[in-house]
């Protein structure tokens, strides 16, 4: 059992490690390139640290159900950050403003982070395969990876492995870094006026 716990942190740890990396990535480039849909992917990639380290935490000490509540609200709104930076950076504009968090029960939390996570990689691979652009694909790649851990985490079925999701979330995390270092490689530094 408690083998199961420290594995169980070690992964999820590791997808906070990883998250934080790809935040602080992204706040680089957002500094350099002042590019919006940097500014979002790095807001969406602290939430998900944030994420991620409370529901470390609470593994640990078994704080309350409400410490779950809060875990995914933060990783609802990375999951829509996240959706949100796909879109913007394909769309060029993002219509839709994010609205103030209301606490609303975990599975509708999860399934509205699903949704934009989803959305994001349905556009992504539309414009990847418009374009033929590999980077964009790549991120597509990522975006179903993480879908696919999530939506394996929210419906729990029997017989795959406890470990699959979470391992399937940071590889897509991990395919994240590659477009993003590599945009961050071949860009230029811009000026902001003052």
Known sequence: MIEAVIGSNLIIGSQGVVSLVIASYAIKGYRRLRSNTLKLFSLAFLFLFLGFA??????????????????????????????????????????????????????????????????AAVETTIASMKREHRLALASSIALYLIFLGEFLDLIAIKGVPLA???VLRFLGFIILLIPLVSVLGTSKKVEVEK
Do not use: C, Q
């Open 54 to 119: 409370i529901e470390v935490f609470n593994n640990v000490v078994m704080v309350d159900i409400w410490v779950t509540y809060i875990m995914n609200a933060f990783h609802m709104l990375g999951y829509v950050f996240l959706g949100l930076s796909h879109v913007a950076s394909v769309r060029k504009e993002v219509k839709e403003e994010v609205a103030a968090l209301v606490f609303i029960p975990t599975v509708i939390m999860k399934s509205l982070g699903l949704y934009f996570l989803l959305y």
């Open 164 to 166: 699959l999701p979470g």
